[in-house]
């Protein structure tokens, strides 16, 4: 790039050597269209200024242009806006120190007519095609829709094997063309004025050329312009401009179809970061009054619709392009979007679902469970069509491929079953930084109702023993939860595994129990916290000091804002003295509310 502006120059100044000894022209980082030059003779051109651009002849009007503001030294001109620049005022105020670097190079309208005028006698002393100015100088006018104004509007989320339901996103998108935008600060006169007076220039003097490319062939500069657009996404995603980032890399993928892959992989994390950016509220630079068209609708899809519909469609879109010879990162895409919707941190289960991401079992689970767990969430009815026709032959397809599938104990094959939830049974496990706290936690009975309505649903017959809900003629169930108390005494609860001691309940209160409820199977369901956001935080370690045993949850929400816990159950087989069923769950109470329990405890409880 900076070898083709330079050769571009010296067809421009071939009659002025004395002129091109003292200019330096450089290609510039930067995503946005633009160029400008210093008064000690430096020209920069960006590449997003490339990315925009058909040929050299249409580059060649905008090096001519920067090189007679050089020549014509109008930075000495502009001192009085440099000066405005420094003392922080008027339209510079909101101006990032990249982009206040640039704005001491520019100038008023009249300095830049003047330009346009003057570089048309170096451009017309050339061979280069005139046609490419008004060409060039028409991409300037449509820089804000993107590389293309092109109606995609439900555009990445409709792929060759799955379409979106009508009406998923906002009806309200209309493509508009943004017609607040002002003049009072652009230092460029309006494109159609330049338009007319390059070609009112242009009719009174005689031109015989025709080239369109000179220093390069239309192959390379075509080569140049990729890698120039492919770097302007890469810099629109690190200065926070998803929106045009995605629309370009859609716009990108159709004309590349050989690297789709990185295409997609661009849009997914573009997406995901947005989600995550507005879950924390950060304050994205890119604002509507930058574009139109359907750059605008992507946006508006992006920063104002329903983020959990983005989380949405972003899962969805991981969804779709994961396949068995997909690259790790759209495997990883899928498990962050999980992440994403329960909004945990909980860093052990993540650690967790990706170490156990390569086997069957689990490829087959997030086929059959990630859908319907974001139709959940939403509670829409958006998917009763389309996506559980999809989603039916997805799973079957894979179930049926997989040998590996055993077959092993279900809540659901149960007659019945007692949930069990003592007050007074705790389990010391300070040396692997559990202790405790159902007892103490504050939403336990919330634990327990949601408990209750998830059961309903799974059509299951039980009954919950909760101590702190008994009243003063509750005293057979009393004696049934402490029978049951000194009956799970036996297990090695913490080691998840069976016991050699004597039984410390009769089999006789066993027996009876079991003919009370009709059943055989208690579930002891609880939580029990880490004592830490992260099991290294200072303050778990201090605290241990002077707590002797167990750590009130109390102090948990005094010192501890966003901490991490788990969720467990154990089924026991009262009949066979064993336990034939457990599982824990990570957790992060970052959004402590019913819904949360809710999709914990559904995941929990998932066969």
């Given amino acids: 790039y900076t070898k083709l502006i330079n050769g571009i120059a010296d067809e421009l100044l071939r009659d002025l050597p004395e002129i091109r000894t003292k200019i330096h022209l450089y290609a510039y980082k930067a995503p946005y269209v633009n160029a400008f030059s210093t008064d000690q003779g430096d020209i920069f051109f960006t590449a997003g200024l490339l990315a925009y651009l058909d040929n050299e002849a249409e580059l060649a009007f905008v090096v001519g242009h920067e090189i007679v503001h050089y020549i014509k030294q109008h930075n000495e001109k502009g001192f009085s806006e440099r000066i405005k620049i420094a003392r922080g005022k008027d339209q510079y105020t909101d101006l990032t120190v990249d982009q206040s670097w640039e704005a001491e190079h520019l100038f008023s309208q009249s300095l830049e007519q003047e330009a346009d005028i003057q570089a048309l006698d170096l451009y017309l002393k050339t061979t280069y095609d005139t046609s490419a100015i008004f060409t060039g100088l028409s991409k300037l006018k449509t820089a804000d829709l993107g590389y293309k104004d092109t109606a995609i509007e439900e555009y990445i989320y409709n792929l060759a094997d799955f379409a979106l339901p009508e009406g998923f996103l906002p009806d309200s998108l209309k493509i508009k063309r943004n017609t607040k935008r002002t003049e009072k600060y652009n230092t460029h006169p309006e494109v159609e004025m330049r338009l007319a007076y390059c070609k009112d220039t242009i009719a009174s003097r005689n031109s015989l050329g025709s080239d369109v490319f000179k220093n390069i062939n239309a192959r390379n500069f075509e080569k140049l312009k990729y890698l120039a657009r492919k770097e302007q996404l890469l810099m629109l995603f690190d200065n926070h401009y998803y929106a045009k980032g995605i629309y370009n890399a859609y716009l990108m993928r159709l004309r590349d179809p050989g690297n789709e892959e990185w295409y997609n992989k661009y849009i997914s994390l573009a997406m995901v970061t947005v989600s995550e950016l507005r879950v924390i509220n950060y304050d994205i630079p890119e604002k509507s009054a930058e574009y139109s068209g359907s750059l605008f609708n992507v946006w508006y899809t992006l920063y104002k619709g329903q983020n959990l519909n983005n989380i949405l469609l972003t899962s969805i879109h991981s969804f779709n392009t994961f396949k068995e010879s997909s690259t790790d990162y759209n495997k990883e895409m899928v498990i962050r979007s999980l992440d994403l919707l329960v909004s945990s941190e909980s860093k052990t289960w993540k650690q967790s679902v990706k170490n156990q991401f390569d086997s069957a079992k689990t490829r087959n689970a997030v086929t059959k469970e990630l859908l319907p767990m974001l139709k959940g969430i939403t509670e829409t009815d958006l998917f009763t069509s389309e996506f559980n026709q999809y989603l039916q032959k997805n799973s079957d397809e894979k179930i049926a491929n997989d040998d590996t599938t055993t077959h092993s104990f279900s809540l659901t094959e149960l007659k019945n079953i007692v949930i069990y939830n003592p007050y007074y049974v705790r389990i010391d496990e300070r040396t692997q930084g559990y202790i405790d706290y ?170």
């Fill in 438 to 607: 159902s007892a103490t936690y504050a939403n336990e009975q919330n634990l327990l109702q949601t408990l209750d309505d998830i059961l309903v649903r799974k059509s299951l017959d039980y009954s919950i023993l909760d101590v702190r809900n008994l009243k003063s003629d509750d005293g057979d169930k009393f004696d049934d939860i402490s029978t049951l108390g000194n009956y799970i005494s036996r297990f090695d609860i913490r080691k998840f595994k069976n016991n050699e001691e004597i039984l410390t309940a009769s089999q006789d209160k066993l027996d009876s129990i079991r003919a009370k409820y009709q059943t055989d199977y208690v579930m002891w369901i609880g939580a029990r916290s880490y004592k830490g956001t992260s099991r290294g935080f200072k303050w778990s370690l201090l605290l241990s000091l002077y707590v002797p045993n167990y750590l009130p949850y109390g102090v948990l929400k005094l010192f501890l804002k966003d901490h991490e816990y788990q969720l467990f159950y154990i089924v026991f087989d009262l009949k066979n003295n064993k336990i034939v069923k457990k599982k824990a769950l990570e957790c992060n109470e970052s959004l402590d509310n019913k819904n949360l329990t809710t999709i914990y405890l559904n995941k929990l409880l998932e066969d």
